[in-house]
């Protein structure tokens, strides 16, 4: 069974960055996702990248995060920047279309 890991999650101030991470047990996939889910909020798409192709944001996080991946690593990261308060959630990553199983995810929590 695939597995997908997402690391890299923390607590930052407002302004603040981080980078997050995800690999998975096979050789990562052509097309993959990020997701992030805010307490008591339904589950949202953030950002997707292909093999080769250029990354796509929400409209949410777009000019403040930077999707990357490397391929010969099973790697793919999640630079954020700017970070605001209303991006305080659990990011995951998963492949497009999305596997039935999901990492644990990695919390993201911005605050002063």
């Known amino acids: 069974q695939v597995q997908l890991v997402e690391s890299g999650g923390g607590l930052v101030q407002p302004g603040g960055s981080l980078r997050l991470s995800c690999t998975t047990s096979?050789?990562?996939?052509?097309?993959m996702d990020w997701y992030r889910q805010a307490p008591g909020k339904e589950r949202e798409w953030v950002a997707r990248i292909a093999r080769g192709g250029s990354p796509d944001y929400a409209s949410s996080v777009k000019g403040r995060f930077t999707l990357s991946r490397d391929n010969a690593k099973n790697m793919m990261y999640l630079q954020m920047n700017s970070l605001k308060p209303e991006d305080t959630a659990l990011y995951y990553c998963n492949r497009y279309p999305p596997l039935e199983v999901w990492g644990q995810g990695t919390l993201v929590t911005v605050s002063s």
């Open positions: 096979g050789s990562i996939f052509s097309i």
